[in-house]
DNA sequence: GATTCTTCTCTTGTATACAAAAACCGTTGA
DNA sequence: TCAACGGTTTTTGTATACAAGAGAAGAATC
């Protein structure tokens, strides 16, 4: 439908190009959590005017980025550590549920591209580049939501991952994380092309969960960034 | 923290008063799927300014209930037959987790709540009130959420069964279905009270999936809906 | 007569102006 | 020295003003 050749010009809205470049900034940490989000600083920083800014902070407050605190302004969202599992508890199921779809709903051609992206994930890691591997296993992950076939799942997942990106970022800085991670998307490949939903369910939820038992070495990478964070802002 | 006995006094944000206004109008039919909501009568409506209808709309389309075509004007989100069953499918996922982890983490004062709510439905069932049953299944389910220990993951629920409110609603004109509901309410109960986390995951799924298997009956309320909308519009 | 181009209007998107609330800060008093 | 009070200032929230794109209606052309 949208996919004509040509779109006619999307016509720039300043308040979603704002919306997406704060999600990125928010996403990759330059706005760390607590941070707040000033109008009139963003609208200098932007060449803009407040209206878009407040635009864009009200839709990142609706998704759960920032938080508005009543004539106090927009936070970016602290994420307390026990919401944290909560939240991770839920993508594990949102997983579980996409590997289990997929099993049945997978065609021929998703198949390539789950292991084309397998491939690139085991690359990524052989070249021992973090940060690669990160995209590699972020397109890993969704394109089991798409093999799902279900698109509002594949679009609430894709949602949480994105908000639980920072945190997962700091996961693979975990001791040999990437190694662990690569082998245990072997085991949830085999299982997606073998058809076997209860085994493809059960492995992608213990891959996200993982990070809940493994707790201790989690908590201690948070208390890092924070350290690392109050510097930051004492400099 | 925030349970101090005096709160100081919210201060009203009108945006904010108006997105809930919003919401209601929509989940109960006010404006329906497809309606253009037009920012100067709705400024007119409600006595405000354009701004914070705005404020409102952009906030309703970043939680799905209205869609905004750029330059177009906010829209009421349609939501399509396929896309529905979809939605339907991670609600069943939810509450089905919800069940699983409530036989495990509810307190006897749960339990408490989850048989005081079924009582309220079976009671709304018996006096043949079929917009009583309906609230009283919310709560019903809403204590389930709650019971499940994970405040995230009730909130999620709770956004999801909103925005299916007005279609969950038609389905309880189908015949027959309140009490087909109740029945495997019992059976949900019996099995959260027996701790039984297997069974309640797969009665809640059943119980909200089973909407899916009587597609026919769907579809055909869907229909007639959209009819009544058809005639409306052409009116 | 149908189609396309043009113009006009209406609506959205952004900027600015104004009001009110909260934060800041220095002063005063104990 | 510390706490409380009052005034100032900064910042949010809402209203209004202005610009520009989209839609509709009419004129011109084939």
């Given at each position: 439908m949208d996919a004509s050749p040509n779109t006619p010009k999307p016509a720039p809205r300043t308040a979603q190009v704002l919306r997406e470049a704060l999600e990125y900034d928010i996403a990759t940490g330059v706005f760390a959590p607590g941070t707040r989000l000033d109008e009139v600083s963003l609208a200098k920083r932007f060449n803009v005017s407040r209206t878009p800014i407040r635009e864009a902070l009200i839709a990142l407050s609706a998704s759960g980025l920032v938080e508005i605190r009543p004539r106090r302004g927009a936070f970016v969202q602290e994420i307390g550590v026990s919401r944290l599992i909560e939240m991770f508890e839920v993508m594990a199921e949102l997983e579980a549920m996409c590997a289990r779809l997929a099993c049945r709903r997978m065609t021929a051609a998703d198949h390539r591209d789950l292991l084309a992206a397998h491939e690139a994930c085991t690359q990524a890691a052989d070249a021992g580049e973090p940060d690669a591997y990160f995209y590699a296993n972020e397109t890993f992950h969704d394109t089991i939501y798409r093999g799902s076939g279900n698109s509002f799942l594949a679009e609430q997942a894709r949602a949480l991952q994105n908000r639980l990106k920072p945190y997962r970022r700091l996961q693979l800085r975990v001791r040999n994380r990437v190694g662990n991670?690569?082998?245990?998307?072997?085991?949830?490949?085999?299982?997606?092309?073998a058809g076997d939903d209860r085994k493809a369910e059960s492995a992608l939820r213990s891959h996200i969960l993982i990070q809940g038992e493994r707790f201790n070495d989690f908590v201690a990478s948070l208390v890092r960034a924070d350290a690392a964070q109050a510097r930051r802002v004492m400099a």
């Open positions: 991670s690569l082998s245990e998307h072997q085991t949830i490949v085999d299982a997606i092309l």
